[in-house]
């Protein structure tokens, strides 16, 4: 069985500050982990995964997460924060062919 | 390379009615998800097809809920009767194959039921 944990349903930040996203999974087995974006009214878009090679990850707009076993974590960062960041993000893990999501951070950006 | 294609994009009917969804995956995927999305929460799979083929449809509830995808393209979900708590964004995803995830999902924009 596998599951992924999100903290904080809501994350507020300034624009150029730093967004952290946390995400904690579970699973029996070595798993992949994906973050996904979902802007308002449009389905998800993959932003980076982790399919046991580096552990940490560089995916698009410049978002990059690390993978720690020891921590069972795969928290999502950018370095600096953009308006057009708001949007919903998803943590998902998968031990076979199922993804299983998290519930969702949404981001604000306050200019 | 087009998306994953869905249409009606929102739909809205009262209860005990029924409904039915599309959806047109990219071009030479095998596999086929429909997913709910209900507010607040994340995506759950509620069916994989692997061509024509079910993989998975364990938290599909199959006496309101079916889905085929005839000819391992195109696909449709339907509910009939729905009920209120079927309110929710129904996603298609689509991948070349399946198998640890390792091939990434694209989704489509989806299609926002409301039951009123």
């Known amino acids: 069985a596998q599951s992924v944990t999100q903290l904080g349903s809501h994350v507020s930040v300034s624009e150029g500050a730093l967004v952290l996203l946390r995400c904690n999974y579970s699973?029996?087995?070595?798993?992949?982990l994906f973050w996904y974006v979902q802007y308002p009214n449009q389905g998800l878009q993959l932003l980076l995964k982790y399919t046991s090679a580096a552990t940490l990850v560089k995916g698009i707009n410049g978002f990059e997460a690390e993978f720690k076993k020891s921590e069972t974590s795969f928290h999502l960062t950018k370095p600096s924060a953009h308006m057009s960041d708001a949007a919903e993000y998803f943590c998902a893990v998968t031990a076979d062919y199922k993804l299983s999501f998290g519930a969702g951070t949404t981001v604000t950006v306050r200019a | 390379e087009a998306g994953v294609a869905q249409s009606p994009r929102y739909k809205i009917i009262e209860k005990r009615q029924s409904v039915a969804f599309w959806c047109n995956p990219i071009?030479?995927?095998?596999?086929l998800y429909w997913y709910q999305q209900i507010l607040g929460q994340g995506p759950k799979l509620l069916i994989q097809?692997?061509?024509?083929?079910?993989?998975?449809d364990s938290q599909l509830p199959k006496d309101r809920f079916s889905a085929e995808r005839l000819k391992g393209v195109d696909s449709t979900l339907k509910i009939q009767p729905a009920k209120l708590e079927d309110s929710a964004v129904y996603l298609c995803?689509?991948?070349?194959?399946?198998?640890?995830?390792?091939?990434?999902?694209?989704f489509g924009p989806g299609t926002r039921l409301t039951v009123t």
């Open positions: 097809f692997q061509n024509n083929g079910v993989v998975d």
């Open positions: 071009s030479g995927h095998a596999t």
């Open positions: 699973s029996s087995v070595p798993p992949y």
């Open positions: 995803a689509s991948s070349l194959l399946s198998g640890k995830g390792s091939y990434e999902q694209y």
